[in-house]
């Protein structure tokens, strides 16, 4: 975690005040895996209203998920089963979120009987994007990230443009981008993690 986006730049005064006082890194993942799944189940009617309470659910869960790992890291309270408990409910919250999506457009007229195979689709591929990126940067060692980002952003940073766009009602273009780049960066980052695996085990192959 180089936590050098704007995002974590935001954070961080923001979470200065709670050190010292008890509130740990894990009490924040909690409020994430608490909110984000509430935002899940506000899109599940799909109306207008739940819609507009899901998106600001989700910007307040995508903060947390920036929150967490702010005070880990300037608190000095990081730890490697925080780390794992947070990878986790990123692994919970953001594919639910895209299920959640595809239930709640299940009436829509623009996919219709496709939204929910669409969600399901997302949620699988960002479940393997997640799970796969973090075996290749636990492989990969350090600090290292499996995807950077550019410009202050760090990729996953996107998160953060599904509320407006569930406020905008503009998920379904959304559900489908989704459905095709999550898909895609899942191919990649297995193709990857795969590549390095077959190239650590020759190494240890080799005579020392």
């Known amino acids: 975690m180089s936590g050098g986006s704007w995002t974590h730049k935001l954070a961080r005064p ?40 899901g998106g600001w659910l989700w910007l307040f869960s995508a903060f947390m998920d920036r929150a967490d790992g702010e005070l880990a890291r300037i608190g000095n309270m990081a730890t490697p089963e925080g780390r794992a408990f947070d990878c986790l409910v990123d692994n919970i919250v953001n594919p639910v979120f895209f299920v959640a999506i595809g239930i709640g457009m299940r009436n829509s007229d ?3 009987d496709w939204s929910i195979p669409l969600g399901l689709i997302s949620g699988v591929a960002l479940f393997f994007c997640g799970y796969w990126s973090e075996a290749l940067e636990q492989r990969l060692g350090g600090d290292v990230k499996a995807y950077t980002g550019a410009f202050g952003f760090d990729p ?13 009602n503009w998920l379904a273009p959304v559900l489908v981008g989704a459905a095709i780049g999550a898909s895609l960066v899942m191919i990649l980052t297995g193709w990857r993690l795969w590549r390095l695996i077959v190239r650590q085990n020759r190494l240890e192959g080799l005579p020392r």
């Open 14 to 53: 923001l979470v200065r005040p709670l050190i010292g006082t008890g509130v740990t890194p894990n009490h924040l993942t909690w409020v994430r895996l608490i909110s984000g799944l509430l935002a899940c189940a506000a899109l599940l009617p799909g109306t207008l209203e739940w819609t507009w309470w």
């Open 156 to 168: 996953d940073d996107l998160l953060y443009l599904f509320g407006p766009l569930a406020w905008l």
């Open 110 to 112: 623009l996919l219709g």
